[in-house]
């Protein structure tokens, strides 16, 4: 067979469909010209520039990329006559991200990386951003912002503020959400602004902010109420109030009565900026859902329950949105909780304590499935290697009974991407590896996974490389179960004849297949 002959359909068309051309407008040619002279960070730049302005642009490449050359080339144009417009123009990237990708997690990056973006600056040329305003601050063009001087001021923080504040509701809520609140951008611009009037934007910005992060946590559930709901009867009164009262709605209400009272009708720009500074904000309230479940659990030899409560606050915190930030720590250390008690606790009460974690899972399994699906596959494995078999099947019975996400196929979106159920196949290779555990005691989850997939049918994308986990599967011991995997495995598309697979991997596995 000649490699080199071999053409591949998919990929000329797809070519064919992004080989167009790309026009750069000349006011980004500033971020060639501040790396002038230096071929790699030049390339840098036309390589970032190209890909920004393309039709079919990678946002997750563009966003990174724009942190890179903002961080890595920050000494480069520091001290150049153009350093205003660079930071403008690329904050504006992280804007442009923040406001047009319809993907979380770019949203998220954008957030951050503008935020921290800000805040090297202030510590790297608080010089520069002291400087004057030239002129009015109001949403002018670029080449009107710089007709004149291309440095950096204090305006060109000062439009971006203006930015920020005009954003809709969806991209403004990833700015609450994160890890470097604005808060410590005031804090630091109060070092270096003195003027009154220099705070306008920032004042109003701030003010939204702790406006809509209130908002926003009084349309949840008030995590003090499901708490005193979940505790026994029997506890002393209050045992849980003075932990749980920073999160309370009776507080935040009164953090919001006090935005509304004591800081916006200040009439001293600068002062009302002070107070906002000194706010609870969104982060703060999210370190304090991260910590209560500890505190809960230090009151163990005062309450008999609270390490089960600490455990049922961990598992609210995976279905409360807003708090995605802490739930890669908070599966850690449920994963690792769970993992103790199934060794540690006695067969009766270990029986007792899974009923209620799974009826609580069973609601984030509404809201949350993937955080949830973790947690019931680490319950999963450590029970199967208990090999106990009336507690192995209470699991599965209750694992089924909370069902199965089905693909939910849905339109295709103007990136050309199918919608679907982001937890269908994170449950399907879940189930899978709770039956490669012990392929003869899961036979019940076999069957129910035999029976969903027929029922609501299976999607998998080329780029999920779900014939490894069916690999997996076939090198369980799973002799007792054959005939039921090989059912399932009928049910899988991850055959070439079935998926439409083109291409050299194809061509080779088919004359492997031949010469075997």
Not at 39 to 48: F, N, T
Not at 65 to 88: D, F, P
Not at 400 to 424: C, D, E, K, Y
Request: glycine content about 4%.
């Amino acid at each position: 067979m000649d490699f080199d002959q071999f053409q591949s359909d998919a990929l000329t068309r797809n070519l064919d469909l992004t080989n167009i051309s790309v026009v750069i407008p000349h006011s980004f040619q500033t971020l060639e010209d501040a790396v002038k002279g230096y071929a790699g960070k030049e390339k840098q730049a036309r390589d970032l520039l190209l890909e920004y302005h393309h039709k079919y642009r990678n946002w997750h490449f563009v966003v990174q990329e724009t942190q890179r050359y903002a961080i890595g080339n920050l000494r480069l144009y520091r001290n150049s006559v153009l350093n205003g417009k660079v930071i403008y123009l690329l904050s504006n990237i992280f804007l442009h991200a923040l406001r047009d990708s319809e993907r979380f997690e770019i949203r998220s990056l954008a957030a951050d990386h503008l935020l921290a973006y800000w805040l090297k600056l202030l510590e790297e040329m608080p010089e520069e951003l002291a400087k004057p305003a030239l002129g009015e601050i109001s949403a002018t063009g670029i080449e009107e912002l710089f007709a004149t001087d291309t440095s950096c001021h204090q305006g060109i923080v000062r439009r971006l503020f203006l930015e920020l504040l005009e954003l809709p509701e969806a991209p403004f809520e990833f700015l609450m959400r994160s890890f470097y609140p604005p808060k410590r951008i005031g804090a630091k611009l109060l070092r270096i602004w003195q003027d009154g009037p220099s705070f306008v934007e920032l004042r109003a910005f701030l003010e939204r902010f702790f406006r809509n992060t209130y908002d926003f946590w009084l349309s949840r559930e008030d995590p003090c109420r499901w708490l005193d709901q979940q505790a026994e009867a029997n506890r002393p009164a209050g045992s849980w109030l003075e932990d749980c009262m920073p999160l309370g709605h009776e507080l935040l209400r009164k953090r919001l009565q006090a935005l509304e009272t004591e800081v916006v009708p200040e009439p001293d720009h600068r002062r009302a900026v002070e107070m906002l500074t000194g706010m609870t904000d969104f982060h703060d309230l999210v370190q304090l859902y991260f910590h209560l479940p500890r505190k809960i659990a230090e009151k163990a030899d005062k309450l008999s329950q609270a390490g089960h409560i600490s455990m049922l606050i961990q598992l609210k915190t995976l279905e409360v949105k807003g708090l995605e930030a802490i739930h890669e720590d908070v599966l850690r250390e449920i994963n690792f909780e769970i993992g103790r008690w199934i060794r540690e606790e006695s067969t009766d009460q270990l029986e007792t304590l899974l009923d209620r974690i799974l009826s609580v899972l069973g609601i984030s399994l509404q809201n949350y499935p993937q955080a949830a699906l973790q947690i019931i596959r680490t319950m999963g494995l450590e029970i199967l290697a208990t090999d106990y078999r009336p507690l192995i099947d209470f699991f599965l019975r209750r694992i089924i009974r909370l069902g199965f996400q089905s693909p939910m196929l849905g339109q295709v979106s103007t990136q050309w991407q199918i919608s679907v159920n982001p937890a269908h196949l994170a449950n399907v290779r879940i189930w899978l590896d709770i039956i490669k555990a012990n392929p003869l005691r899961s036979r019940a989850l076999l069957s129910a996974l035999i029976v969903n997939l027929s029922l609501g049918g299976i999607f998998v994308r080329d780029t999920d490389l779900f014939q490894k986990d069916v690999s997996q599967l076939l090198n369980a011991p799973i002799r007792p179960v054959y005939n039921l995997v090989k059912q399932l495995a009928k049910l899988f598309p991850v055959y070439f004849s079935q998926i439409g697979a083109e291409g050299l991997l194809r061509q080779v596995s088919t004359d492997v297949d031949e010469i075997t």
